[in-house]
């Protein structure tokens, strides 16, 4: 069973930067694509990023040049470095994983932009 525990949330002021980590140390197989969504209050869950175990990443539009996803798949790892962040970031981010066919989240984390 796959339990993926984020942290790294918090308060941050316009044009800072936050690390957000998720992991799962306890399942013995590679999750085949991890990553990170997010939900605003009263929207829609989003994409953020994802990455695969080869490396291959994907990122929406609105966080492009400016948030970096990377993991570490032998601790099945994931984190998510927020630079030059907006108050339209501010969401509850939740770490993704997929082991095909199934799809697993996170608690989810608070990310704050405000100042």
């Known amino acids: 069973q796959v339990q993926l525990v984020e942290s790294g949330g918090g308060l941050v002021q316009p044009g800072g930067s936050l690390r957000l980590s998720c992991a799962d140390s306890r399942y013995r197989f590679s999750i085949n694509v991890m990553g990170w969504y997010r939900q605003a209050p009263g929207k829609q869950r989003e994409l953020v990023a994802t990455v695969t175990t080869g490396g291959s990443t994907n990122y929406a539009d609105s966080v492009n040049g400016r948030f970096t996803i990377s993991r570490d798949n032998a601790k099945n790892t994931v984190f998510l470095q927020m630079n030059s962040l907006k108050p339209e970031d501010t969401a509850v981010y939740y770490c993704?994983?997929?082991?095909?066919?199934?799809?697993?989240w996170g608690q989810g984390t608070q990310v704050t932009v405000s100042s």
């Open positions: 993704y994983g997929y082991i095909k066919p199934s799809t697993y």
